[in-house]
């Protein structure tokens, strides 16, 4: 049997624009234009490259929980060379926390099929990089995070190897499939799309999921029912002019000074 690889790919606001909150206090996502989360690029390449290793014997779907603009990550993996999309979109999942992302992306999972889940180290919009030991705890499967490498052994029985690469040590494990893992942006270079692959992507199947086809319900996501709540935000003050520091021989003393006077040193 095809080794079913499921990889969690987030629609995230584009960093580069001009990001606000909305009234009740969510991220505004309907006035900011957005892209695949650029961490995510890496959790493809790292599918594709499984796949290529095992000669082709692997299926690649890749999954969201997002709006409908979510639409467009999809297509950026399947351009890259995914084989299949699953949208989740739903109005009752605005406001939805990590807690009840999990959740969604658990159940998702679940109905897809899979053998192992990969997903980035970490959004570059919330960045909370919690979301994949969430979703090993509620899938009851092995978690193997934060991989520099990996790589499968032995198909959809097998086992999955990575390489976790910390401050202080170099750690290799291994877990058995079903598993999660996550990877980081040392795993290798995402590649670009072709343009075969981005013709491709547009006859892919993009199957859409509402709450109702994976049995939650609203007030298990959503802000009613989400475990954290943002109180209060306000904007970053506007940056002032700063101070220049002439060197007229006491240069040095000078900026010292400064730097204690700000607690640098
Ligand atoms: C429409 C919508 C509205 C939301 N509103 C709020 C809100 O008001 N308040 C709030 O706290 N949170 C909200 N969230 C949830 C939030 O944006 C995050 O998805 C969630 O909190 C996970 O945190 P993170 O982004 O830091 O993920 P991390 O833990 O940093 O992500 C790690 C990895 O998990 C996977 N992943 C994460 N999110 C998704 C996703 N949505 N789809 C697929 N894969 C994913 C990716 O592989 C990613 O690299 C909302 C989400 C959506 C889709």
């Not at 202080?168 to 990877?183: F, G, K, M, R």
């Amino acid at each position: 049997m095809s080794l079913r690889i499921v990889v969690c790919v987030k629609y995230v606001p584009d960093a580069t624009g001009d990001r606000h909150f909305a009234e009740d206090l969510t991220v505004d996502r309907d006035d900011v234009d957005g892209l695949l989360s650029e961490l995510d690029e890496y959790a493809v390449e790292q599918a594709l490259q499984i796949k290529e290793a095992a000669d082709g014997d692997a299926e690649i779907t890749v999954l969201t929980v997002g709006p409908e603009d979510a639409n467009d990550a999809l297509r950026k993996a399947l351009s890259m060379g995914a084989d299949k999309g699953v949208h989740v979109e739903d109005d009752d999942l605005h406001g939805t926390d990590a807690l009840g992302t999990s959740l969604v992306l658990a159940k998702a999972v679940e109905k897809t099929g899979y053998d192992l889940v990969v997903c980035g180290m970490a959004s570059t919009d919330g960045t909370m990089g919690v979301l994949p030991a969430l979703l090993a705890e509620r899938l009851g499967v092995p978690q193997v995070t934060q991989l520099s490498e990996v790589s499968v052994d032995g198909g959809p029985d097998g086992t999955v190897k990575g390489r976790r690469d910390g401050d202080t040590a170099t750690e290799h494990l291994e877990a058995s499939l079903p598993a999660v893992v996550s990877v980081t942006d040392q795993s290798g270079e995402a590649r670009y799309p072709s343009f075969k692959g981005i013709m491709a992507a547009k006859k892919k199947p993009v199957e859409s999921l509402e709450l109702d086809d994976l049995d939650i319900e609203a007030d298990e996501v959503g802000l009613a029912g989400a475990w954290t709540k943002v109180e209060e935000a306000a904007e970053r003050p506007a940056r002032t002019a700063g101070t220049i520091v002439k060197d007229e021989g006491e240069g040095g003393k000078q900026l010292a000074e400064f730097l204690a006077g700000q607690k640098f040193i």
